[in-house]
């Protein structure tokens, strides 16, 4: 079963405007993770957000978690170029040891 | 090594071979995970291992195993190949279970 799914599948934006992608799930959570993924290549870490956390921040990345109705933001201000990439939120499924990962969002930033 | 590697990069197997994908992370974390990409379906979880010595079933667990003899290395095998494993196989790790995981560059494997 799909743990994370994000929304919207696929996202276009002109450069320098703010990206923002959504994530539900089904289950508590000890945490919640969002990663991206360039073309061809391994996931990176971005943020790891904890059930008692409703928002963090990373740079121009900021995440926010909502735990009674069980979904996530990832928001990407002021996007670039180099932020064109597919980006997955992760969970621990019923607090489980097993993470489980949604099938992302394409996001294409727009010169 | 830095990191997490994985080997080989990419293969081309006939089906019903064996084929073992490798692993390997020099990070001394606890916790390593096989996930499976396709497209339209995300990263799925094949199996995954807390510790050395353990190992546990993810969502397509069918028609793989795992072995974790040490911390570093966490091997995938395929026994016999079918075309429904074609895909790209990422291993990752992570210092503890459901904590930061860390990727390795992916292995694309086709079976015809």
């Known amino acids: 079963s799909q743990q994370g799914e994000e929304d919207p599948q696929a996202l276009s934006i002109q450069e320098g405007e703010n990206a923002t992608m959504n994530c539900s799930y089904k289950?508590?959570?000890?945490?919640l993770q969002w990663y991206r993924q360039n073309s061809g290549r391994g996931l990176v870490h971005l943020i790891l957000?904890?059930?008692?956390?409703r928002e963090k921040h990373s740079g121009r990345l900021r995440v926010t978690l909502d735990t009674s109705k069980k979904s996530s933001s990832l928001l990407i201000t002021a996007s670039r170029a180099a932020d064109t990439a597919s980006y997955f939120c992760?969970?621990?499924?019923?607090?489980?040891?097993?993470?489980?990962f949604g099938k992302g969002t394409r996001l294409h930033i727009l010169p | 090594i830095a990191g997490i590697t994985q080997a080989p990069t990419s293969q081309i197997l006939a089906a019903g071979r064996r084929m073992t994908l490798r692993c390997t992370q020099d990070?001394?974390?606890?916790?390593m995970y096989w996930y499976r990409q396709d497209l339209g379906l995300g990263l799925r979880l094949i199996h995954y291992s807390n510790t050395a010595g353990t190992t546990g079933k993810g969502e397509v667990p069918d028609g793989y195993s795992v072995s974790r003899a040490n911390t570093d290395d966490f091997p995938l095998t395929l026994a016999s190949a079918v075309p429904s494993q074609t895909s790209v196989y990422f291993c990752?790790?992570?210092?503890?279970?459901?904590?930061?995981?860390?990727f390795g560059p992916g292995t694309r494997l086709t079976v015809l």
């Open positions: 990752a790790s992570s210092a503890v279970t459901g904590e930061t995981q860390y």
């Open positions: 990070m001394r974390h606890n916790a």
């Open positions: 992760a969970t621990d499924e019923n607090r489980d040891d097993k993470i489980i």
């Open positions: 957000i904890r059930s008692n956390e």
């Open positions: 289950t508590s959570i000890n945490n």
